[in-house]
């Protein structure tokens, strides 16, 4: 299949790093004009934006704390007055577990981590829906986490969030079906991002955890970029409310754990 998103808008959460990051670069590679959000890393979305700003396209980047309405609405507004619409949302933007057991784990931080992962996911998708009227043809791809399926101990605020996110993916594919809107999680497995950076550090803990996969390797970003890229396009028009595992089986092998 060739892909052609000229005269395409996508909105990439987090996409100053990891996933998010590589799904921008690949639609911008594409022919799709995109938008970065970043949180802290000014730096880090630069650097996308330059390589992306190589299709001759405008792009932009723009600070957004997706726990914040105020910041989601700034977010989409600048949006709109910039390109007038937006065809792709992806919400990448996330951040890990905390690990820590339960009883030891603040009700802050939990509140965080559920913040970030799940309101941020209902605040960006609520704002495209409202932006998104006057077009047809929406895709929103939600970047969850093979925990939203398989849980792990000291995990409980991560798995929540990605929970939380699935079963709004699914109710909200309903809701906007009518809209032409498509909604789909994308759930990896581990990959190479600076979310893993323990398995980049260190080999030998990687060599470990590739084990439990049965690929037997841990995936770069570029891979579930695939599949993002697959679901933002006319070939994927007909899927909707489900969640496409990209892990190397690593999910088949849930009775090993997930870590």
Known sequence: ???DFTGKVALVTGGESGIGASIAK????????????????????ESVLTEA?????QNLIVKC????????INLFNRAKNTFGKIDFLINS????????????LSLSDF???IATNLFGVFLC?????????????????????????????????YCASKFGVKGLSKALALEVA?????VNCIAPGMVLTPMNKKAIDDLNYRAEQEKRIPLQYAALPIEVANMAIFLCSPQAKYITGTTQIVDGGLSLNRSKGAK
Do not use: W
Request: some cysteine; glycine content about 6%; hydrophobic content about 35%.
């Open 1 to 3: 299949m060739t892909f």
């Open 26 to 45: 690949e639609l911008s590679r594409l022919g799709c004009a995109i938008i970065i959000t970043y949180f802290t890393k000014v730096e880090l979305a």
């Open 53 to 57: 700003n190589n299709n001759g396209l």
């Open 65 to 72: 704390d997706i726990r914040d309405e105020g910041s989601v």
């Open 93 to 104: 933007a996330g951040i890990r577990s905390h690990d820590k057991p339960l009883a030891g």
């Open 111 to 113: 509140k965080n981590t």
């Open 125 to 157: 998708a609520k704002y495209f829906i409202n932006q998104h009227e006057q077009f047809r043809d929406g895709r929103i791809i939600n970047i969850t986490s093979i925990h939203q399926e398989i849980v792990s101990a000291s995990k409980t605020d």
């Open 178 to 182: 009518e809209k032409n809107i498509t």
